[in-house]
Every structure is written in C-alpha cells, then in structure tokens.
C-alpha cells in the first residue's frame, strides 16, 4: 500500500537525519497527495504526481 511504502520512505530518511519536523511535514504532504489522487497507487503514479506538483508550490521549500 501506499502507507507502507510512506512509511518505509520516512524511517529512511529519518535514519539520514531528518528532523522531526521535516518528517512530519512529510508525512502530511505526501498523505494529502493520495487523498486528492486515491487512485494513482501505484499504476498512475507518475502522472498523478505530476499534475499534483503542478498545481502545489509547497515543493520547493521541501528541504530548502
């Protein structure tokens, strides 16, 4: 499923270090995106994404 695979995502990047805070920023940014596209796991992933980064701005301060 796709929290499984948020979930093994997010213990990686906290195992390099992320903050608490970043990771939780995370959880919700990514949690949303399968909220708004329920059906793009995992076949139509890609351009789900896609369309979803094109209408969001919040990507570019992901690690910024």
Known sequence: ???DAMEMYLRY???EG???ATLK???QKIG???RTYP???PDSM???LLEWLAA???FLTLEG
Do not use: M, Q, V
């Open 39 to 41: 059906g793009s796991w």
């Open 56 to 58: 969001a701005k919040w």
């Open 1 to 3: 499923s796709w929290e």
């Open 25 to 27: 920023d995370y959880r």
């Open 46 to 48: 890609e351009e789900s």
């Open 18 to 20: 992320l903050r608490d």
């Open 32 to 34: 949303h995106f399968f």
């Open 13 to 15: 990047r906290a195992a």
